[in-house]
């Protein structure tokens, strides 16, 4: 059975940093995605940033050039690292992993964790 623990989440002021990551631990299973999504207070959630083929990736415009997705495949593990940090990026942020286990593709959402922006 595989497992995931979304960490990283906190309090950031404006122009600051956060890094979350997503781990995953198990046997048998291979990741083929991770993509993380965010849903502030009273909107619906919404694709922040996706891994797409040939390892590149493609962000929300209110993201590029301040967040960069990243995966540590030895350590099973998928990151979000937020720099520059607005306000407006507070939200409860999710990974979502498309993977295969014995059984077939799988697809998790993590359990989130909140961001907040404030000074």
């Known amino acids: 059975q595989v497992q995931f623990v979304e960490s990283g989440g906190g309090l950031a002021q404006p122009g600051g940093s956060l890094r979350l990551s997503c781990a995953a631990s198990?046997?048998?299973?291979?990741?083929?995605?991770v993509d993380w999504y965010r849903q502030a207070p009273g909107k619906q959630r919404e694709l922040v940033a996706t891994?797409?083929?040939?390892?590149?990736?493609n962000y929300a415009d209110s993201v590029k050039g301040r967040f960069t997705i990243s995966r540590d495949n030895a350590k099973n593990t998928a990151y979000l690292q937020m720099n520059s940090l607005k306000p407006g990026n507070t939200a409860v942020y999710y990974c979502?992993?498309?993977?295969?286990?014995?059984?077939?593709?799988?697809?998790?959402w993590g359990q989130g964790t909140q961001v907040s922006v404030s000074s």
């Open positions: 979502n992993v498309k993977y295969t286990d014995i059984l077939g593709p799988r697809n998790y």
């Open positions: 891994e797409t083929s040939g390892g590149r990736a």
């Open positions: 198990g046997s048998e299973f291979s990741i083929k995605s």
